[in-house]
């Protein structure tokens, strides 16, 4: 979950709609992403935050500013992405002992990815008295560490929390269109397939989250599986096969104009919850899948 955003520092210029070629689907069977070294990925890991932390630069007993632990290939020495052999399947471990994120090598455009996830029992600060949190954040790109925890890219994020499976929440300055109703007084907004679409992201005015249209989680310690789907700025989020949001007209704001954000790289959230993921595959798409077509 994320309550704030901090958008100063983004130097991310280049346009995001470089050129992009979407091989048949029948020629593209899906890609694992997991293997023993995690060769597809790479770690950025920011800080161990507290819970007095409040967006500012983190800093030490002397005052001094602390610098993010930093980018490393593959596994971390910290052990905060880790795998496992959980009754003989490979099970990325994420300990969310220290906020960051494992971040796909390559970029994707459309898409459909699938994983299977339950959160284990650890918690840490800042989130000790809070729902276990974890996210899928998707067309993510520029510097690490460009939002509010400084941790994570200029993405859009499928959120993984208990209870909230499927929400949507703004990463730096991104922006995105919803099937929603609309918010009103303290009420957040709440996705909803029958409804229009509504502009999320506050750079666009706004909300920077909106809620999933329903609970399709399994009960603790169970698996469930998701599913993004996303197709030339459009997107779904699937869980346990029930579409829960319907999203389009990916975007972010660049010196007070939007610019389409339609692909990006794959990151995995670390964010103060133990959490395992299994069966991460990604299967690329010359076409929206016709059982989806009518959500647009």
């Known amino acids: 979950m994320k309550l704030k955003l901090r958008l100063s ?43 007095q932390y409040n967006g500012s630069q983190p800093t030490d007993a ?23 052999q959980q009754g ?24 459909h990815l699938t994983l299977q996830y339950r959160f284990g029992e650890k918690k840490w600060p800042p989130r000790l008295q809070k729902l276990k949190d974890s996210g899928i ?28 499976t499927g929400d949507y929440w703004q990463q730096a300055n991104s922006a995105i ?34 809620m999933r249209q329903l609970n399709a989680e ?5 698996w469930n599986t998701v599913e993004l789907i996303c197709f030339e700025g459009q997107s779904l989020h699937i869980v346990n096969g029930q579409v829960v949001m319907v999203l389009k007209n990916s975007r ?5 104009r939007d610019m389409p954000m339609w692909q990006g790289k794959i990151q995995l959230q670390s964010e103060a919850a133990e959490v395992f993921y299994k069966n991460i595959r990604l299967q690329v798409l010359d076409q929206l899948p016709a059982q989806y077509a009518g959500y647009f």
């Open 9 to 51: 520092g983004l130097l991310f210029a280049t346009s995001l709609v470089s050129a992009f070629v979407a091989l048949p689907l029948a020629a593209t069977p899906a890609l694992s992403l997991l293997d023993p070294t995690l060769s597809q990925w790479e770690t950025y890991l920011s800080y161990r935050h507290q819970e």
């Open 62 to 84: 002397a005052g001094k500013p602390l610098a993010p632990f930093g980018l490393f290939p593959g596994l971390d020495p910290h052990g905060v992405f880790t795998l496992q």
């Open 88 to 111: 003989g399947e490979t099970v990325l471990r994420v300990s969310g002992e220290i906020y960051g994120a494992l971040t796909s090598k390559q970029s994707f455009r459309n898409y």
């Open 137 to 164: 954040l998707y067309h993510a790109n520029g510097p690490h560490g460009q939002e509010y925890f400084r941790s994570w890219m200029l993405s859009q994020e499928f959120q993984i929390m208990q209870g909230h």
């Open 177 to 210: 269109d919803i099937r929603a109703f609309q918010p009103e007084g303290d009420m957040n907004a709440v996705a909803d397939t029958t409804q229009p679409f509504l502009a999320a992201g506050r750079a666009s005015g706004g909300p920077g989250f909106v």
């Open 218 to 222: 399994k009960p603790d310690n169970q």
């Open 252 to 256: 972010y704001q660049q010196d007070g």
